[in-house]
């Protein structure tokens, strides 16, 4: 089974601060993603990768970075967090062509 | 784009009764259809995955796909309190091996 983990697992931050959220996966899967889950929304893709050095758009990229310096790790940035990002943020890998995904056990994040 | 819709929003059955979830998508084209549970924003646990029309069982969960219809259904035969969960619709966008959600059943399964 796919291991996903992120850190940190709960996180809160002031408005304007910096957040980083850390996605580690230890199944070699090329493609990884990152979700956000909120009420009424179900999860909507933020960014992906399909590998080391490669980030994407996703549905919401707005207000967030990527960064996927390895094939394990994949970061997702906040640069100027707002209350609006304040949500679940959701981790998973994949293999690329199939659409299974494995996701991690999610971060809570408060911006204040 | 795919849209994806659940209802109901929430359901709350008593222990034993079957459990049935509904989700409707735009485009009829995808071929692959999952459903997750979620216990309480916790990570997302895979039951049942289907990629044609019909029906595909596993365990106590049954989804029944008809793309003509342009539905999904999960139901949950004799659930249990701890079936209590939100449970996610996730339809693959064809081509891009992307998956949409929907918003999310909250089921309660009453003693």
């Known amino acids: 089974e796919a291991a996903v983990t992120q850190s940190p697992r709960n996180k809160v931050a002031v408005t304007g601060g910096k957040v980083t959220l850390s996605c580690n996966q230890t199944?070699?899967?090329?493609?990884m993603y990152w979700y956000r889950q909120d009420t009424g929304h179900g999860l909507r893709l933020i960014h992906y990768?399909?590998?080391?050095?490669?980030?994407e758009k996703g549905d919401i990229p707005d207000g967030y970075k990527a960064s996927r310096p390895s094939q394990e790790n994949f970061s997702l940035i906040l640069e100027l967090a707002t209350p609006s990002q304040t949500s679940v943020y959701f981790c998973?890998?994949?293999?690329?062509?199939?659409?299974?995904?494995?996701f991690g056990p999610g971060t809570r994040l408060t911006v204040l | 784009q795919q849209k994806v819709q659940q209802s109901p929003e929430s359901l709350t059955v008593s222990e034993g009764a079957m459990a049935s979830l509904n989700c409707t998508f735009s485009d009829g084209t995808s071929n692959n259809f999952r459903w997750y549970r979620q216990h309480s924003a916790k990570g997302l646990e895979v039951l049942v995955s289907i990629f044609s029309d019909g029906e595909k069982e596993e365990g106590r969960f049954t989804a029944h796909l008809n793309r003509a219809n342009l539905h999904v259904s999960l139901h949950i035969r004799e659930p249990q309190p701890s079936d209590s969960a939100v449970y996610l619709c996730?339809?693959?966008?064809?081509?891009?091996?992307?998956?949409?959600f929907g918003a999310g059943t909250r089921l309660k399964v009453i003693a």
């Open positions: 990768s399909y590998g080391a050095g490669s980030t």
């Open positions: 998973a890998s994949g293999e690329p062509g199939q659409y299974e995904q494995y």
């Open positions: 199944n070699n899967h090329n493609n």
């Open positions: 996730a339809v693959g966008d064809t081509g891009n091996y992307k998956y949409v």
